[in-house]
């Protein structure tokens, strides 16, 4: 992947642009599976598929509507996102894990929200 600036990763959560996001963290953690035994002499060997995969996502930046909030307080915590890399996108379901709102007397109101996967997340090629 060729180098970029952050600022160019759009983030879309439920099909529409609900923030203004200023600052985007993906992690993918895999768990390992441990299938070391005794004709191992001790030495660690591991699976070459994860146990289990989790990909979460934050998100911080600048709300510009109250749909984040609104979300958050609903019962159903399940969307589609889609991050936009220009070249292909990620697109899965995500649970929105945490929100908060910052609101500074004399500055712009702010958000953070954290996300895990559910499911699948899908790579495709940007046409």
């Known amino acids: 992947m060729a180098e970029m600036l952050g600022r160019e990763v759009t983030i879309s959560i439920g099909g529409t642009v609900v923030a203004e996001a200023r600052t985007k963290t993906l992690t993918i953690n895999n768990t390992a599976v441990d299938i070391s035994t005794d004709g191992d002499a001790g030495i660690q060997r591991i699976l070459a ?20 909030l609104t979300a958050s307080l609903s019962d159903n915590l399940i969307d589609e996102v889609i991050l936009d890399y220009g070249t292909f996108t ?6 929105q894990s945490s929100y908060s709102e910052g609101m500074p007397h004399e500055e712009a109101k702010t958000f953070s929200a954290s996300y895990m996967s559910s499911g699948v997340l899908a790579k495709a090629a940007t046409p």
């Open 49 to 68: 598929k994860p146990g289990k995969k989790a990909v979460d996502l934050s998100v911080e930046g600048l709300t510009i509507s109250d749909e984040l």
């Open 90 to 95: 990620l697109t899965g379901n995500f649970f």
